[in-house]
């Protein structure tokens, strides 16, 4: 199954929603990393459930056990590997839906092409229950990255057409610790306010909401990645795109720079204290596939939760008849708030892959 990326700093994600455990083996980690527990698992808890009316009730300690990787604190050039528990199953809820595949999740596709072997209960190898080991993975490239002056953060852009204001092209790490800080990743209050509001009505109405979120890393070298099909966009939509319920990444300007003539999006070249910087950033900090020294910046959309209360229809896979379902059980209204630290993790892990081959695999 292809539940890994990374080429030098390679990735793996194991586990069921609910199965006994989720986790992750990292290898390629460089040795010697000393990693803050306390800060891990305050980043861990940026995205678990069960904390708000705005998410699933699902309560789960996503404490990590690390069976190998570190020693006293500190990483030892051993594969990494931790478990987190699951702890909160109500595996009944979807004890009807095993022969209708529920709208908009994998469950018919599953059901294909492992010939209904899959373990779908809670969405299985494919629920959002598996951002937690790649949020305990980006969670230690993030304090990686740090020591080396790079910094990754991201908050929720929009959600149902509201918007927050975006990152600032001087974006920095006072900014992403900033959001980082509140229950509810905005920039704009009054922003996020209303988008909890929109949030709280979907789920009143048995419905859901999708969102869009913006994610900026800075203090990247220029240099890093390659032309064609090994850039940095590529490397990064291509993890980012693992990450379920994601159907859209773009990257800086985006899909806006179809409606820019080529003088309003080109970005001038300027000196800055005796270095090259550009004038804006349009090219969101990569040009040719390749970093250009300036903030990277990329957005994701991620979809409506597909689990919702109204009535829809679906087809009876044992009797081969249409038929309608009820999702039943404990569903987010929303994913994309807690999404947001998510798309930190992956965006970290896979620039400090970059980094690594940069460097030939040493810092």
């Known amino acids: 199954m292809s539940s890994s990326f990374g080429k030098l700093l390679k990735i793996s994600v194991f586990g069921q929603s609910h199965g006994a455990a989720i986790g992750v083996v990292v290898d390629g980690l460089p040795a010697g990393e000393a990693i803050d527990r306390e800060e891990l698992q305050a980043f861990l808890d940026r995205r678990k459930p069960g904390k708000s009316p705005l998410s699933t009730a699902r309560r789960e300690g996503d404490i990590p056990e690390f069976l190998s990787g570190l020693e006293n604190g500190v990483t030892c050039g051993s594969p990494l590997c931790a478990v987190i528990q699951n702890s909160d199953q109500h ?5 009807a839906l095993e022969q209708k595949p529920r709208p908009g999740h994998a469950d018919y596709t599953a059901w294909v092409k ?37 910094f990754v953060g991201a908050h929720l ?51 859901s909401v999708g969102g869009v979120i913006e994610c900026a890393a800075t203090g990247l070298p220029a240099g890093l990645g390659d032309p064609m099909f090994d850039g940095v966009e590529n490397r990064l939509a291509a993890a980012l795109f693992g990450i379920p319920a994601v159907k859209g990444v773009e990257f800086g300007a985006g899909f806006s720079v179809a409606k820019l003539s080529g003088s309003e999006n080109n970005d001038p070249f300027l000196l800055k204290d005796g270095e090259v910087v550009t004038g804006s950033n349009h090219a969101g900090g990569i040009l040719g596939g390749i970093t250009t020294g300036m903030p990277l910046t990329l957005r994701v959309a991620v979809k409506p939760t597909p689990s919702i209360g109204r009535p829809q229809r679906t ?3 044992g009797t081969m008849e249409e038929t309608e379902l009820t999702i039943r059980g404990r569903h987010d209204p929303c994913i994309a708030h807690r ?11 896979v620039l400090l892959d970059l980094l690594l081959e940069g460097n030939h695999g040493t810092f």
Do not use: N
Not at 126 to 144: D, E, M, N, V, Y
Not at 157 to 163: A, D, E, K, P, S
Not at 168 to 197: C, H, N, S, W
């Open 315 to 317: 087809v009876d896979l």
């Open 91 to 95: 595996s009944g809820d979807y004890k």
């Open 114 to 150: 492992w010939g209904g072997q899959a373990d779908m209960r809670g969405g299985g190898h494919f629920s959002g229950r598996l951002t937690a080991p790649l949020c305990l993975a980006g969670g230690i490239a993030k304090q990686i990255l740090a020591r080396r002056g790079i």
């Open 339 to 349: 999404a947001v630290p998510v798309v930190e993790a992956v965006t970290a892990a």
């Open 157 to 207: 852009h929009g959600v149902g057409g509201l918007t927050d204001l975006p990152f600032p092209e001087d974006v920095g790490p006072e900014l992403f610790r900033e959001v980082a800080a509140k229950p509810f990743p905005v920039i704009d209050d009054g922003a996020g306010e209303r988008m909890q509001g929109a949030i709280l009505r979907a789920k009143e109405e048995l419905d």
